[in-house]
């Protein structure tokens, strides 16, 4: 079964905009949540990460917003450019298990000019 | 420092056959996980060692199986290939400690095709 939701499944924004993507958990036993970003033909890259007790991260141009009690978590590429264009993951660690990622479906983002 | 590296980076296998895939973590990391990722079915959890000793289990066949070696260095086996295990096989690195050292690093996968 799918734990973790994520929407859209693709996206287009135009260069200077702000890409979201959102995520929804349904076990609360998760406390790491990890977002990725995969080109074609390679494995994903860990973008930026947030832990349920803080509810904001920011790491240059990429922020994510936690929020626990809707388990819900989105990510936002301010300033979106044509090198952001990728497929974008969300995932969740159970807590206690230290790996064991459980992942959102991707959100294909492209970025255009 | 040296990312996750896997080989080989392409294989095609025949239904039946069995084969084996590696894993070299980064350089201090001891924890390695694989993951399967297909365009139906996505990114799925196989299986994580940590100390040369199977940690954590997704939900996959017997047919799927790993080890790690004393140097981190891990290796995966699917034996009697279906078509259905035609994928991209990703193995990812952390350092896999307590206190929360949750970050893995991806190698850029084996993709696998089985005719």
């Known amino acids: 079964q799918q734990q973790v939701k994520q929407s859209p499944q693709s996206l287009i924004v135009q260069k200077g905009g702000i890409s979201i993507i959102n995520c929804a958990y349904e076990n609360t036993a998760f406390d790491y949540f990890p977002w990725y970003q995969q080109f074609p033909g390679k494995g994903p890259a860990l973008l930026i990460a947030i832990r349920p007790d803080v509810s904001e991260k920011k790491e240059g141009r990429f922020t994510i917003s936690f929020n626990k009690s809707a388990k819900q978590f989105s990510l936002h590429i301010m300033d979106s450019q044509p090198g952001d264009s990728a497929t974008y993951f969300c995932a969740a660690i159970p807590t206690g298990t230290a790996s064991k990622l459980t992942f959102g479906t991707g959100t294909r983002l492209q970025v255009t000019l | ?115």
């Not at chain 2, 390695?32 to 297909?38: D, E, G, I, L, P």
């Not at chain 2, 299986?47 to 140097?71: A, D, I, L, M, V």
């Not at chain 2, 190698?107 to 095709?113: A, N, S, V």
């Open chain 2, 1 to 115: 420092k040296a990312g996750v590296t896997q080989t080989p980076r392409y294989l095609i296998k025949t239904r039946g056959q069995q084969v084996t895939l590696s894993c070299s973590p980064i350089s201090g990391h001891r924890s390695v996980s694989w993951y399967q990722q297909t365009p139906g079915q996505g990114l799925q959890f196989l299986f994580e060692y940590f100390s040369e000793t199977q940690r954590n289990k997704g939900n996959f066949p017997g047919r799927f199986s790993g080890r790690q070696f004393s140097n981190s260095r891990s290796e995966m086996n699917v034996s009697t290939l279906e078509l259905g295990d035609s994928a991209l096989y990703l193995c990812a690195s952390s350092l896999g400690g307590t206190g929360g050292a949750y970050e893995q690093y991806f190698g850029p996968g084996t993709r696998l095709t089985v005719t």
